[in-house]
């Protein structure tokens, strides 16, 4: 079973930046996809970005793009979520996945493993 584990979160004023980590461990064959998560208090799970395989396309939702940038190294099975220009609203915990199977995908249902969330605080 894979497992990831996120670090990095923290607190931070508006218009910071934070890089978050996503680190894999466990049996694989081949890199998959990684999409970004996060989830506030009271809401939803919402995408806040994925990348695929390979890491030759990224996507992202549009509340972050322009701020927000997914890159991954394959050789330390990492990828990272660099954060910039931060606003409260960001205010979340932050998860990244792994998704085995088909195209990226922008819901969390299509992920296969999840990491543990790291917390990520802005304030005013």
């Known amino acids: 079973q894979v497992h990831l584990v996120e670090s990095g979160g923290g607190l931070v004023n508006s218009g910071g930046s934070l890089r978050l980590s996503c680190v894999a461990s466990?049996?694989?064959?081949?890199?998959?996809?990684v999409g970004w998560f996060r989830q506030a208090p009271g809401k939803d799970r919402e995408f806040v970005g994925a990348?695929?395989?390979?890491?030759?396309?990224?996507y992202y939702a549009d509340s972050v793009k322009g701020r927000f940038t997914i890159s991954r190294d394959n050789a330390k099975r990492t990828v990272w979520l660099q954060m910039d220009s931060l606003e409260p609203e960001d205010t979340a915990v932050y998860y990244c996945?792994?998704?085995?199977?088909?195209?990226?995908?922008?819901?969390?249902?299509?992920?296969?493993?999840w990491g543990q969330g790291t917390q990520v605080t802005v304030f005013l």
């Open positions: 466990g049996p694989t064959v081949r890199p998959h996809h």
């Open positions: 990348v695929s395989a390979g890491g030759t396309s990224t």
């Open positions: 996945a792994e998704d085995l199977y088909g195209p990226v995908d922008t819901e969390p249902k299509g992920y296969d493993y």
